[in-house]
């Protein structure tokens, strides 16, 4: 299999950095698994690596899709597959770097068989969504598949659509079919990896990173945004973007207040972020002092050594294969 790193951990916890370090050190290239950084034009609230550091390494999956396209965990397993197999075809170390974990879970395990997508199913959802909001699809997909709503939010209209969808056409819940998937076989010889802060410092890291993105001009760039009709586009659901253009809808900017409600609202993402990864094999490292030496260079040797080592297996298995 190929082997793949995979840098996981809550919002704000240092993943690009990491990325790009390790990148550099080992010779790798970045697959994006972030459900809002994937698309153009959402740039400061998403945290898309900037210009100066994606020219420290190669980047995939970053900013590619334009803000009205769909893209589901299907979509995503697919493009990261291919770019994936493609940095590895050239013997460069892909690197997946992102916080949408169910994206990564598919990437890692493969996706449950479910019916493929209907497309007339998927209008009469976004109509009945635009007639009646999307909290309506919600409380439908709550009464005939609790878990999966439970696990959704009512904003989330793709993956609520997809679940009903699903019953739709086969009558089955997309919890039993995910449960009877399980997510067992693997698709990469991956390693998790991820920074561990404090807690107090990993809560001033969350309200300085808002400070920095209202400086750089997040309120400017809902506004351009919601000017270009991307309103609808699902990635202004993200936290940042809900709280910045409810606010402009209210009226009068306070822009303390407003701080206070994306900084609020990235601890609760964060809880759900860490609940997923209680049952992941993830290696932390202690954020505060990963880049010290000599432990750095230690640890990049240590990957450096599990990545030769995978290597050479597949090599010794293709050497054996008729």
């Known amino acids: 299999m190929i082997p793949l790193l995979v840098l996981v951990g809550p919002t704000a916890s240092g993943k690009t950095e990491l990325s790009l370090r390790l990148a550099e050190a080992l010779g790798g290239e970045i697959v994006g698994a972030d459900s809002v950084q994937i698309y153009r034009d959402f740039l400061i609230g998403a945290a898309q690596p900037t210009p100066a550091e994606r020219a420290r390494a190669p980047h995939h999956l970053i900013g590619e899709l334009a803000p009205g396209d769909e893209v589901d965990a299907n979509r995503y397993v697919a493009l990261a597959s291919e770019a994936i197999a493609d940095i590895d075809a050239r013997d460069r170390l892909p690197i997946v770097c992102g916080g949408t974990f169910l994206w990564v879970r598919a990437l890692l395990f493969g996706l449950a068989e479910a019916p493929a997508g209907d497309e007339t199913i998927r209008e009469r959802h976004r109509a009945w969504a635009e007639r009646d909001g999307r909290q309506a699809l919600h409380a439908e ?80 760039e809902v506004g351009e945004l919601l000017a270009a009709g991307h309103g609808q586009a699902r990635a202004m659901g993200a936290v940042g973007y809900k709280q910045v253009r409810a606010a402009l809808e209210r009226g009068p900017i306070q822009q303390a207040e407003l701080l206070d409600e994306i900084v609020r609202a990235t601890r609760v993402f964060a809880r759900r972020q860490r609940t997923w990864l209680r049952e992941q094999p993830v290696e932390w490292w202690d954020a505060p002092s990963a880049y010290d ?23 010794e298995r293709g050497a054996h294969e008729p």
Do not use: K
């Open 141 to 220: 997909l709550a009464r005939v598949d609790a878990p999966t709503a439970a696990r959704l939010h009512p904003n989330d209209f793709i993956r609520v659509s997809r679940a009903l969808e699903v019953y739709e056409l086969s009558g089955r819940r997309m919890s039993d079919v995910q449960g009877e998937h399980g997510f067992r076989q693997a698709r990469y010889d991956a390693r998790l990896l991820g920074l561990e802060w404090p807690r107090d410092v990993y809560d001033a890291r969350v309200a300085a990173r808002a400070r920095i993105m209202w400086e750089q001009g997040l309120l400017t």
């Open 293 to 315: 030496e000599p432990a750095w260079s230690q640890r990049v040797d240590e990957l450096r050594r599990w990545w030769d080592a995978t290597r050479a297996r597949r090599r």
